[in-house]
């Protein structure tokens, strides 16, 4: 494996950040669609982009034009793109990351940001944060020929906010590139018997901060060996990925140790014995709220040693386990929860979330799994934006084992989605006809994300959307309008009878896109009274609807759509993302319209709301 994969994500969001500037040029549109097509396909490559381009076959990937491979070569070759560094001579690199986060344009973002007098995007968060801070703007912006109106300081407020939530983390879906190169590593190291992913990687958190691996080497059986534990731990810079070693932090019953990696994020490693395998497992796996109260429970049940949960403990307890460390040893922290006499609790469970309860009182959900999923229903072709061919569609839908997929195309009013007009999309549903004649492994859907326009109408006239199978909706544009104006654009698009899905819900894009101000409860609450489904759009930088909000729709009876927004081949892949965040909110296999086969998707489509709940 080569050096530095972070570098699909950094090129991948300077190329997004520069179609974002193109945009608002005269005539830049076209730019900044290419742009935006070439960013895509950076960020979606399964390798070393790095690779790729000193290999000389980045200029055939699909997405790749000309003016992008020259940005590309520039970038690889210099370190740096020139166009890019003109404007980041003037401002900081990270508030030109955040014009995109925002969505309120270069000029007002600067504007603001001289208007305040920041020097930083730190001192700029402090400073929305002050009290005035609407009054301040407002007076001195009110003879402008464009003056910021409240909406746009609410917006930047939470935009800034935004910002500094997402500090720090990466979405895991981008490790998912190199996950199984990364074992596959360890497994060539022949003191390590076992390496596992543990952490919040094991509890399939949407964006992470650090990579976490629980070892067992060969040599250590009933307790850990520190001389050779340390030795192994230095060995292990030799890894590909790895870049140095910052720490070692050696404990009473395990020894762990901190590395930089070329992924951009730390990696913690723990080395355990035989002995104590399940213990660390379930002790490194957390979350730390999960395991103050199992450790209560145990407290209570007389297993505690201490305070912390040791092995010794439940080994000394007479009768509570076999002394035999081949239990554990098992793959899993089983034993933790049947010593308790709790009900095993999944890994994308333990946040404190009432898991336990349910746990005590044996009563947990069957959580939804990835082979539930019948089929994909939001994929983009090359009809819009998508680069994905169909031969290669229809076999890795096969291989994913879908009865069905729906192409489902942007409309007319998205632009930098090269959405269909009505000449077009009547074109496509002759094709998707002929499609669906031809093709017997798996039924092709007529889709289409219709965009939301203002006060909630459609993209397309009803004659349109009548005859699609199935019709996604969704908000790409003018979302920096008020609350309320958003929020009942969204339910008129529930409200009338044609939509049966809303995509990406909140508009949140990890790293390039704050959610859109929305009153989500109120959608939640009317998707389930129109018996419509809200999505849990899969692709890796979206993830969104989030666990939180999904918990919700379950909650008030509602519907989930679990759907990739594929616009490359290996994007169909990404669906286990999303049933992650359905598994992380405790949805089951009746929770999620594309468990269901075709025959009773297309009769929940029909079915009055009121039905349609239960
Ligand atoms: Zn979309
Ligand atoms: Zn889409």
Redesign the pocket.
């Known amino acids: 494996m080569g050096k530095d994969q972070i570098y699909n994500l950094k090129l991948a969001t300077t190329l997004a950040n520069l179609a974002e500037i193109y945009k608002q040029k005269s005539k830049g549109t076209r730019s900044a669609i290419d742009l935006n097509v070439a960013a895509r396909t950076v960020r979606d490559y399964p390798g070393n982009i790095f690779d790729a381009y000193n290999r000389g076959f980045i200029i055939n990937l699909p997405g790749i034009d000309e003016m992008s491979y020259g940005l590309i070569k520039e970038f690889f070759e210099t370190g740096r793109i020139k166009l890019y560094d003109e404007i980041r001579a003037q401002y900081p690199d990270e508030l030109i990351k955040f014009i995109r986060i925002s969505g309120l344009g270069k000029k007002r973002i600067f504007k603001l940001y001289e208007l305040l007098d920041s020097k930083s995007m730190s001192d700029l968060r402090e400073k929305v944060h002050e009290n005035g801070i609407y009054k301040l703007i407002l007076e001195n912006t009110a003879l402008d020929d464009e003056p910021v109106n409240e909406i746009q300081i609410k917006r930047l407020i939470d935009s800034v906010d935004y910002y500094y939530s997402i500090e720090g983390l990466t979405p895991r879906g981008f490790l998912d590139f190199f996950i199984e190169d990364i074992l596959n590593e360890f497994g060539g190291i022949k003191e390590v018997k076992r390496a596992v992913y543990t952490g919040s990687i094991r509890r399939k958190k949407s964006f992470i901060r650090d990579i976490d691996i629980l070892l067992l080497p060969e040599f250590n059986k009933d307790k850990y060996d520190r001389g050779k534990s340390e030795l192994l731990l230095k060995k292990l810079c030799n890894l590909s990925f790895v870049n140095e070693l910052t720490s070692i932090n050696p404990g009473p019953d395990n020894i762990s140790g901190r590395f930089r990696t070329t992924f951009g994020l730390d990696m913690e490693i723990i080395i355990t014995c035989s002995r104590s395998w399940s213990f660390d497992l379930f002790h490194t796996t957390g979350s730390k709220e999960h395991i103050k109260r199992v450790e209560e429970i145990a407290k209570q049940k007389g297993f505690l040693n201490g305070n912390s949960l040791l092995s010794d403990s439940f080994l000394k307890k007479p009768g509570s386990c076999k002394t035999d460390t081949t239990v554990l040893e098992d793959d899993s922290d089983e034993v933790v929860y049947k010593m308790l006499d709790l009900q095993y609790i999944p890994p994308e469970l333990r946040e404190n979330n009432n898991e336990i309860e349910l746990a005590l009182n044996r009563n947990l959900p069957e959580l939804v799994k990835l082979e539930d999923i019948k089929g994909d229903l939001?994929v983009?072709s090359s009809w819009s934006d998508g680069l994905i061919e169909l031969d290669g569609m229809i076999a890795k839908a096969e291989a994913l084992g879908y009865e069905y997929l729906a192409i489902?195309d942007?409309s007319i009013s998205n632009i930098y989605?090269m959405g269909l007009n009505e000449e077009k999309i009547i074109e496509k549903f002759k094709y998707v006809e002929y499609l669906k004649s031809k093709i017997k492994v798996l039924s092709i859907l007529m889709g289409g994300?219709v965009d939301i326009k203002s006060m909630g109408k459609l993209d397309y006239d009803e004659y349109i959307l009548k005859k699609m199978d199935i019709v996604?909706s969704?908000m790409h544009s003018n979302y920096t309008n008020s609350l309320e104006e958003n929020t009942s654009r969204v339910i008129g698009a529930i409200e009338n009878s044609n939509v049966n899905i809303i995509?990406?819900p909140t508009g949140v894009v990890f790293g390039a896109r704050a959610p859109y101000l929305l009153d989500m409860n109120r959608i939640i609450e009317k998707a389930a009274t129109y018996g419509k489904a809200l999505e849990i759009?899969s692709y890796f930088v979206r993830l969104d609807l989030d666990e939180n909000y999904s918990r919700k729709v379950k909650a008030s009876g509602g519907k989930i759509a679990i759907n990739t927004?594929s616009?490359r081949l290996n994007n169909l892949d990404m669906i286990k993302l999303g049933v992650d965040v359905a598994r992380r909110a405790g949805l089951e296999k009746e929770d999620v319209v594309n468990t269901m086969s075709l025959e009773d998707l297309m009769s929940w489509k029909q079915q009055p709301a009121s039905n349609k709940s239960n």
């Open positions: 939001h983009h489902s942007h989605g994300e996604l969704s995509a990406h759009n927004d616009h």
